[in-house]
């Protein structure tokens, strides 16, 4: 079946950086498209970035220019590097595969294979 493991994640102030893995167990994660999305507080979950199988990333809205995405293929990991977290970057962040990337790949309906969530929260 396959499972995605979270880590990382945390609380900071604001401008700071965290990191976050996710761990593919039972699932090569460079074949998958891979994405994090965000659930913030009386938000739905929503796509923030994704790496397709070939590399290539979309980031969406204000994480752009602070969020990276990577994996590391040996590893089987993949990442969220987030920087100059702002407050509105609080919420759970969940990493998650598909087998390809739709084009409306930041709908959660669009990807089968889930992390638990791992919390974020960002104070001023």
């Known amino acids: 079946q396959g499972q995605l493991v979270q880590s990382g994640g945390g609380s900071v102030q604001a401008g700071g950086s965290l990191r976050l893995s996710c761990v593919g167990l039972e699932l090569h994660l460079s074949w998958y498209c891979m994405a994090w999305f965000r659930q913030s507080p009386g938000k739905e979950r929503e796509g923030v970035v994704r790496?397709?199988?070939?590399?290539?990333?979309s980031v969406i809205g204000t994480a752009e220019g602070r969020f990276l995405i990577s994996r590391d293929g040996a590893k089987n990991t993949l990442f969220l590097e987030m920087n100059s977290l702002k407050p509105e970057d609080t919420g759970m962040y969940y990493c998650a595969a598909s087998r390809r990337c739709d084009p409306t790949w930041w709908v959660p309906i669009k990807f089968g294979w889930w992390g638990r969530g791992t919390q974020v929260t960002v104070s001023t």
């Open positions: 790496v397709e199988s070939d590399g290539s990333t």
